[in-house]
């Protein structure tokens, strides 16, 4: 049995070889292909894979036609949008996410953008605090709670709004659950994103939705670019000189926000969310798991494509 570890962006020394001995532990043969730049090397090196370990890496339709014995697929995190869900299930392969794994550094890299963003990007300049100012987490899952979490330590006032989580859960973690989006927008200077990248929520943060926020908006995002309405964000920015945007992902228009926005746009050059030491063995750890889980007793518990 054949497990490959696929990754352009590699796991931490330490992760992989607590994934090794996961794997190897379990009577299975571990494969490394890393920092790869060409699609042809992992289609290559799926060929007689049985599993396979991922993180951003792109899995589609022509990898799935080359994986000719590939059972299960495993996506170290939480988003699975780069696996083609629909070629997986037509190829009779499981996939699988490790959600909550990367959620505390995820949570953490939230506040180190949002306290780069109060403080002027550093730029000598007076800025301002957290503490006493209204944070709007839109998707209350394992990041959106450890956000919140953090929030209170900062003396944040927190509220979240998630079209698909009960109010009274929101509510017992001790947040301030919102009856809509829109109203959550008005009320909050700070907002920070967590959506998936969905059909209904693609472009969905747009000019109408943060153009309801207050005097001095700042919003994070540290889900998926692809929610972002970007053309209406810098239109609604170069309107108010008022709004910052930090994010995790860069646009794709990151020159266009560069240019125009120097003093109130900040984008990680690479996605930085999960890139702890902490988070890689986590994730990395847990698919290994599910991998033997899955091979040896077929658990399916974290199955995405039913």
């Known amino acids: ?47 007689d894979a049985d599993a396979i370990i991922i993180r951003s890496d792109i899995i589609d339709a022509e990898v799935f036609d080359a994986a000719k014995q590939l059972k299960i697929v495993v996506r170290a995190g939480a988003g699975y ?8 299930t037509a190829h009779g392969v499981c996939v699988m996410n490790t959600p909550g794994q990367n959620a505390n550094a995820v949570a953490e890299l939230v506040f180190g953008l949002m306290v780069y963003a109060v403080r002027n990007f550093y730029n000598g300049t007076s800025g301002t605090e957290l503490m006493g100012k209204k944070l709007g987490i839109h998707a209350f899952g394992n990041v959106g709670r450890n956000v919140a979490r953090i929030a209170k330590g900062f003396g944040m006032e927190v509220c979240a709004y998630d079209a698909y989580c009960p109010k009274e859960v929101i509510e017992q973690a001790g947040v301030q659950a919102m ?95 999960a890139q702890t030491a902490e988070a890689n063995i986590n994730a990395g750890i847990a698919a290994a798991n599910q991998i033997v889980g899955f091979i040896k007793d077929g658990c399916t518990k974290f199955m995405v494509n039913r």
Do not use: W
């Open 1 to 47: 049995m054949k497990v490959l570890l696929a990754t352009t962006k590699p796991f931490a020394k330490v992760a992989v070889d607590g994934i090794r001995q996961v794997i190897e532990g379990a009577g299975f043969e571990l494969a490394l292909l890393e920092k790869y730049t060409e699609k042809s090397a992992l289609l290559e090196a799926v060929a």
């Open 81 to 88: 949008d780069n696996v083609d869900l629909a070629a997986a």
């Open 179 to 273: 009856d809509s989006v829109e109203e959550m927008y008005k009320q909050c200077q700070f907002i920070s994103l967590h959506l998936p990248a969905t059909d209904e929520t693609r472009g969905s943060i747009n000019a109408s939705l943060v153009g309801l926020m207050p005097k001095n908006a700042v919003v994070v995002n540290s889900a998926r670019k692809e929610i972002i309405n970007e053309d209406e964000l810098i239109a609604l920015m170069q309107e108010r000189a008022d709004i910052k945007f930090v994010t995790d992902i860069q646009p794709s228009n990151a020159a266009k926000f560069e240019e125009l926005f120097a003093d109130r746009y900040f984008s990680t050059p690479k996605k930085m969310g």
